[in-house]
C-alpha cells in the first residue's frame, strides 16, 4: 500500500470549512483513498472514499488531484463534535490473495474551536 | 444495539494471566479483524479472518492468538500477558462485495486493557 503524509494537527473555527491534506505522491493506478476518523478514543468511523473523481456524501467530500497525489477531505460546515484524529489511507480493493485490513497511521488531529 | 460489540470494555489484568477479548457483530460479514492502538499512534493490525476456516496473521500478531468460533463471533487471546500489551483493542468487520472489497471497516467501541 502507498504511503501518505498528513500535518499531525489543524484548527479549524467551528462553521467553517475544513480542509485536511494529505500527500500520496506512491499511489498506484488501482488504489483507492479512504478516510476515517477516530473521535477520541472510539471506534474509527469511515468517513469516505474514492478512485479518481471527486466524491461527496452526507458527511464530507473528498477532492482528488488529477495526478492522484494528494486529496484533501472537506468538512464544509465543521461542529465541535468534529473534533477527532482523521487517518488518510491508501489501499487497493482487496480481490484476493494478500494480506487484508487497512493500515492506520498518525492521521492528523483536527481540532475545532468556538 | 451496536453493529459490532466488544466485551469486556475495560480490563486490568496481572502479568501472566491469560486474557480473552471477544467480538460478536450482527453485520453479517464474512471477514472480522483485530487492531491494537498505543497512545498517539495509529492502529496496527494483529490478526483477521475471511470466514470461520480461515485465519491470517497481521503485522503484529507475537503474543497473541485468535478464535473464529462462528461467523459472528472472533476472539482475541493473550495467553501469557505482559505490560507492553496494555493497549486500546478494537475489533472491526468488513462486507465482501463480490469481487471486490471496498475497505469499508466498521469498528466495535474498543476494549482497554492494563496489564500490571
Known amino acids: 500500500d502507498a504511503k501518505t503524509t498528513q500535518p499531525t494537527s489543524m484548527d479549524c473555527a467551528e462553521g467553517r470549512a475544513a480542509n485536511l491534506p494529505c500527500n500520496h505522491s506512491?499511489?498506484?493506478?488501482?488504489?483507492?483513498v479512504y478516510w476515517y476518523r477516530q473521535i477520541h478514543s472510539q471506534g474509527p468511523q469511515y468517513i469516505i472514499h474514492?478512485?479518481?473523481n471527486n466524491e461527496t456524501n452526507e458527511m464530507a467530500s473528498l477532492i482528488i488531484t488529477e495526478d492522484r497525489k494528494s486529496s484533501t477531505l472537506i468538512l464544509p460546515h465543521a461542529t465541535l463534535r468534529d473534533t477527532a484524529v482523521y487517518y488518510c489511507?491508501?489501499?487497493?480493493?482487496?480481490?484476493?490473495?494478500?494480506?487484508?485490513?487497512?493500515?492506520f497511521g498518525k492521521g492528523t488531529h483536527l481540532i475545532i474551536q468556538p | 444495539d451496536a453493529d459490532v460489540t466488544q466485551t469486556p470494555r475495560n480490563r486490568i489484568t496481572k502479568t501472566g494471566k491469560r486474557i480473552m477479548l471477544e467480538c460478536s457483530q450482527t453485520?453479517?460479514?464474512?471477514?472480522m479483524y483485530w487492531y491494537r492502538q498505543d497512545p498517539g499512534l495509529g492502529l496496527r493490525l494483529i490478526y483477521y479472518?475471511?470466514?470461520?476456516?480461515?485465519?491470517n496473521k497481521g503485522e503484529i500478531s507475537d503474543g497473541y492468538s485468535v478464535s473464529r468460533q462462528a461467523q459472528a463471533k472472533f476472539s482475541l487471546s493473550l495467553e501469557s500477558a505482559i505490560p507492553n500489551q496494555t493497549a486500546l483493542y478494537f475489533c472491526?468487520?468488513?462486507?465482501?462485495?463480490?469481487?471486490?472489497?471496498?475497505?469499508?471497516?466498521?469498528f466495535g467501541e474498543g476494549s482497554r486493557l492494563t496489564v500490571l
Open positions: 472491526a468487520t468488513s462486507d465482501f462485495a463480490g469481487e471486490v472489497n471496498t475497505g469499508e471497516l466498521f
Open positions: 506512491t499511489i498506484s493506478g488501482n488504489e483507492y
Open positions: 474514492g478512485l479518481k
Open positions: 489511507i491508501v489501499r487497493a480493493p482487496y480481490s484476493g490473495g494478500g494480506a487484508d485490513g487497512l493500515t
Open positions: 453485520k453479517g460479514h464474512d471477514r
Open positions: 479472518s475471511f470466514d470461520v476456516k480461515d485465519i
